[in-house]
């Protein structure tokens, strides 16, 4: 019998490589998104015509009960959210309304229609925010330091609250900073990439950057969305830290990235206080170790050195292709 599963944020990375690998498992899968005049496809333009769209927004819970109506799914995964986190300072209210409260409309869509439906909630490193312990891990307190931060907590605990009040299949994937070709050109790594693919081709002089010493556990993305499924396909419902267990900072990132072009970051990167955040978060380390031993996940699939690469050569093959 063929699986069903609705994908929320499908357009973005993460569901975009989520959508390539349930297509590929066999499902049905099923996208919610908003209805806009321009609709955002290029993540998943070359899947489209096999994914079922269904119109709907995580401020409206009648469109969300609506969409699993429709999609009467086995599997739901909320990626959807208000995620970049420098815009979150200044739209903390949206991303309240979306990336906190559109956990519990969702939550509740499902448990009024398909309660018996396996749900994922895309929790956040950020949660972690000043961090209490090093490397962080399931147990580690929240000490989110942004908006989104806090929304993320906030998602994070009703995804819990509803697994333990309504015996729902909930949980939580506590992901750090994963990135690929198909990240947001707002997040640094694909601004550094993107950067370093125009400067290469003389299209652009600089680049303009926050704190270099801010250090991040970075992986890749594709690998990142096989835990999420791997999560729904558990005995019990629980909540997994998604890591590398390494830690590179923002200056390495770019170190690699113009290098692999032939080129001496310095000569490029500018730091500009206007992009420091309003209070930073200097260190997030992940432990691993719960998924490796329960999910059979391996964190070093794809290196670090690896994803930066693959995502210049993809910038460039874009830029090449714009300029013709």
């Known amino acids: 019998m063929t699986k069903r599963a609705l994908i929320t944020g499908i357009?973005?990375?993460?569901?975009?490589?989520?959508?390539?690998?349930?297509?590929e498992?066999?499902?049905?899968?099923?996208?919610?998104?908003?209805?806009?005049s321009v609709p955002i496809l290029e993540n998943i333009d070359h899947i489209k015509d096999q994914i079922e769209f269904?119109?709907?927004?995580?401020?409206?819970?009648?469109?969300?009960?609506?969409?699993?109506?429709?999609?009467?799914?086995?599997?739901?995964?909320?990626?959807?959210?208000?995620?970049?986190?420098?815009?979150?300072?200044?739209?903390?209210?949206?991303?309240?309304?979306?990336t906190a409260l559109g956990v519990t409309n969702m939550l509740e869509a499902v448990r009024i229609v398909k309660p018996d439906a396996r749900f994922y909630q895309a929790s956040s490193s950020e949660m972690f925010g000043k961090v209490v312990e090093v490397p962080q891990k399931e147990t580690t307190p929240f000490y989110p330091r942004s908006p989104y931060g806090v929304a993320k907590?906030?998602?994070?605990?009703?995804?819990?609250?509803?697994?333990?009040?309504?015996?729902?299949?909930?949980?939580?994937?506590?992901?750090?900073?994963?990135?690929?070709?198909?990240?947001?050109?707002?997040?640094?790594?694909?601004?550094?990439?993107?950067?370093?693919?125009?400067?290469?081709?003389?299209?652009?002089?600089?680049?303009?950057?926050?704190?270099?010493?801010?250090l991040r556990d970075w992986g890749y993305a594709k690998d990142y969305v096989e835990c999420m499924w791997l999560m729904l396909q558990q005995e019990k419902?629980?909540?997994?830290?998604?890591?590398?267990?390494?830690?590179?900072?923002?200056?390495?990132?770019?170190?690699?990235?113009?290098?692999?072009?032939?080129?001496?970051?310095?000569?490029?990167?500018?730091?500009?206080?206007?992009f420091f955040r309003a209070a930073e978060v200097d260190l997030l380390l992940g432990s691993p170790e719960k998924a490796v031993q329960k999910l059979g996940w391996n964190p070093q699939k794809t290196t670090f050195k690896q994803l930066v690469q693959l995502m210049v050569d993809s910038d460039l093959e874009k830029t090449k292709r714009i300029i013709g």
């Open 54 to 98: 269904i119109d709907g927004d995580l401020l409206d819970v009648s469109s969300l009960i609506q969409a699993v109506r429709i999609s009467n799914p086995d599997e739901v995964y909320n990626l959807a959210a208000q995620s970049f986190v420098g815009t979150s300072w200044d739209q903390p209210i949206l991303t309240g309304q979306v």
């Open 25 to 36: 498992k066999g499902y049905k899968v099923y996208g919610l998104r908003r209805r806009t």
């Open 153 to 214: 907590v906030y998602g994070h605990w009703m995804t819990v609250n509803y697994r333990e009040s309504f015996d729902m299949f909930a949980s939580s994937g506590i992901l750090f900073n994963h990135e690929s070709p198909r990240r947001g050109i707002e997040f640094v790594t694909r601004k550094i990439t993107n950067a370093v693919s125009r400067i290469k081709l003389g299209l652009q002089n600089e680049l303009r950057l926050g704190n270099l010493d801010a």
């Open 237 to 274: 419902p629980d909540d997994y830290v998604i890591a590398t267990g390494e830690t590179h900072s923002v200056r390495e990132f770019c170190e690699i990235a113009f290098g692999h072009v032939g080129l001496n970051y310095e000569d490029y990167v500018v730091t500009d206080p206007k």
């Open 11 to 23: 357009t973005g990375q993460d569901g975009s490589y989520l959508a390539d690998l349930l297509l």
